[in-house]
């Protein structure tokens, strides 16, 4: 992987505002001091999981090629652990203190930081499958898709909703319940006319017969 590119504006510009929280200046001096994995091992073991850096695996070396070593251990034993593997030609780099290398991992650091990733856990041993994302735009885009869960506010405006639709339904059942029992009275009532109407025309037909 190439760290030696130069970060977009937006990435530059979260990377300072983390640099001033941080109270870090990249000048000649602070480059070469990073150059050094010692101190870029305590940056990363004091705002990750301290379990994530073990400090007893570095030493400090002014001779590049011992000073390179370290870059391999520290990119085996921890960069990996964070989705970051560098090639040898990176390591050089870092070891040289090369501003847009150097610039590049502390951007990385910032994003797992600010990702708050619990790196260095039993639960998480095995290097991570993914490469690290900063950009929230991404997660926007994620979350789009994503099933939209109603809020209280929601869920308890639906509650109250579903209420007053049974109340109206059942004041509507109410009021259609005397009018119908009303109905059905009237076609009894109508039956039994009809009923002594047939009787008394059979009555009358009896009568008739009799006469004959």
């Known amino acids: 992987m190439q760290i030696s590119r130069s970060l977009s504006e937006v990435e530059q510009q979260d990377l300072d505002g983390w640099l001033i929280a941080k109270d870090i200046q990249l000048n000649h001096r602070t480059l070469r001091k990073l150059s050094d994995v010692v101190n870029m091992a305590l940056l990363f ?3 990750l999981n301290g379990k994530l850096v073990d400090m007893r695996n570095y030493t400090s070396h002014g001779n590049s090629e011992l000073k390179i070593h370290n870059w391999e251990t520290f990119n085996l034993k921890v960069l990996r652990r964070t989705g970051l ?3 040898r030609p990176a390591l050089v780099q870092l070891a040289t203190g090369n501003l847009d290398a150097i610039k590049s991992l502390l951007h990385h650091l ?3 930081q600010r990702d708050s990733l619990q ?3 039993r639960s998480q041993s095995t290097p991570l499958k993914r490469q ?3 950009n929230k735009a991404e997660e926007v885009v994620k979350l ?3 099933e939209e869960k109603p809020t ?4 308890q405006m639906e509650r ?3 209420t007053e639709t049974e109340m109206t339904e059942s004041q509507t059942q109410t009021d259609i319940e005397p009018e119908a029992a009303a109905a059905v009275a009237v076609v009894k009532a109508n039956e039994k006319k009809m009923a002594d109407d047939i009787q008394k025309v059979l009555h009358l037909e009896d009568v008739i017969q009799k006469k004959d």
């Open 132 to 134: 690290l994302v900063c």
């Open 152 to 155: 209280p506010q929601q869920s």
């Open 160 to 162: 109250q909703t579903q």
């Open 45 to 47: 073991k004091n705002n």
């Open 85 to 87: 593997i560098l090639r």
């Open 110 to 112: 910032m994003c797992i």
């Open 144 to 146: 789009e898709g994503a």
């Open 119 to 121: 790196l260095g856990s």
